[in-house]
């Protein structure tokens, strides 16, 4: 869609609204882009589908008795993960954020421990509130539809206050991969009838955003996030071409192995690559809270270009292709069944991020989440009752 979009705005139909091509833009580095773009998912699924995939026959019932132990503590976690950041920007002497963009420098001026905290706190309440779909769902499968009915309620309310739309669509996805585990009948055209109309919220949720209400089907194409993840990677081949940016080129491949060390232990040897592109080229917009995604694409274009994009989906589509026949294979438990859900939701980050970025969210989101899971199931080793269900 982005590089039709951009084509589109060449011929001078419909309009880009992203100012880094206010100057205009040449075709001949849209095609560029795009043939990485489609090397790159054509590597992907040569890894992914290259070993098959298993599933495990039976794991509904013994995954649904070990949830029921955790629904309380798993809940209870989720709660508390959704008004901690909230209140430890109140204990700092700061107000709560109150939009999506507040949420991102309410604490910019604290110690960076603190910041790391609160990011820390930010990133549990997505991945607990996973865990608790996935644990009352396979707990409880015949109050899926109670579920679904909060999560929408979550969209709506995500949408209307400019809360984070992203989060709230993700949670409702992470519902129907679940429900398509444990709910007996939940099919593939069900989970697209619950999902269609969600994606449609979430993209006029974003059109509303951004002030878009009049540009209509072609804010599929020329506007949001992806549109913005293919113009990074034409605004970066440019400025690398002229010699700017060459002191981060070897940078980029350190940056997933660097960001499981904290800040303080290695200095300024850090780069957020993100952050780095945004306070480098645009420090006014940065300065004033906004940002850019950075992309897998962009990472290949400051490297070695096509052939890079076609190695990175390559390198992804075999480690997904393990990990899902590791997580849902002979063997699986609740907590293995929670991070593939997790895995699923986010796994786009991969593409929006960096190509490995998705580990680094993994320490920090469903680490805790497994923990905790362990501690309670440890803690009651006793067959807890169990009810009946559609299972």
């Known amino acids: 869609m982005p590089s039709v979009g951009l084509l589109l705005a060449h011929q001078d139909v419909g309009q880009i609204m992203d100012y880094r091509l206010s100057m205009g833009f040449d075709v001949v580095d849209v095609e560029h882009v795009q043939w990485m773009h489609l090397l790159l998912f054509i590597g992907f699924l040569l890894g992914y589908f290259s070993g098959g995939n298993k599933t495990a026959t039976r794991l509904v019932d013994t995954v649904s008795i070990e949830a029921q132990r955790l629904v309380r503590p798993i809940v209870l976690m989720a709660l508390s993960a959704s008004l901690l950041p909230s209140l430890l920007a ?4 700061n107000s709560a954020p109150n939009d999506y963009i507040s949420s991102y420098t309410v604490l910019r001026g604290a110690p960076v421990l603190v910041q790391q905290i609160h990011g820390v706190l930010n990133q549990l309440q997505f991945s607990s509130l996973v865990a608790a779909v996935v644990v ?5 499968p015949y109050r899926h539809s109670w579920v679904a009915f909060f999560l929408a309620l979550n969209m709506i309310h995500a949408s209307l206050s400019g809360g984070s739309r992203t989060v709230a669509f993700l949670a409702f996805l992470s519902y129907v991969v679940a429900s398509s585990i444990f709910v007996r009948g939940f099919t593939l055209r069900r989970a697209v009838t619950y999902v269609f109309p969600a994606l449609i ?3 006029i949720a ?3 955003r951004d002030q878009n209400d009049d540009a209509g089907l072609l804010y599929l194409f020329q506007t949001g996030e992806f549109t913005a993840l293919f113009i990074n990677t034409i605004d970066l081949k440019e400025r690398f071409a002229a010699g700017w940016g060459e002191e981060v080129r070897f940078a980029i491949y350190l940056v997933d192995v660097l960001r499981l060390i904290p800040s303080q232990l290695i200095g300024g040897t850090k780069l957020d690559p993100a952050q780095w ?3 480098t080229f645009y ?3 940065s300065d004033a809270g906004g940002g850019f995604a950075f992309g897998v694409l962009s990472e290949s274009a400051v490297g070695f270009g096509v052939p890079e994009a076609a190695i990175r989906g390559l390198i992804l589509g075999i480690l997904f292709r393990y990990l899902r026949n590791y997580l849902m ?3 699986a438990t609740i907590a293995k069944i929670f991070t593939y859900v997790w895995l699923t939701a986010v796994c786009y980050q991969c593409y929006r991020d960096t190509t490995f970025s998705v580990a680094v969210r993994a320490l920090y989101q469903v680490l805790p989440v497994i923990l905790v899971m362990r501690l309670f199931r440890s803690r009651d080793s006793r067959p807890p009752s169990v009810r009946n269900s559609s299972i």
Request: aromatic share 16%; hydrophobic share 50%.
């Open 90 to 93: 109140l204990i700092w002497g």
């Open 136 to 140: 009352v769902i396979a707990a409880k």
């Open 201 to 203: 919220l979430f993209m």
């Open 206 to 208: 974003g059109m509303l």
């Open 277 to 279: 592109y945004s306070q």
């Open 283 to 285: 420090p006014e917009y």
């Open 329 to 331: 294979g002979d063997g």
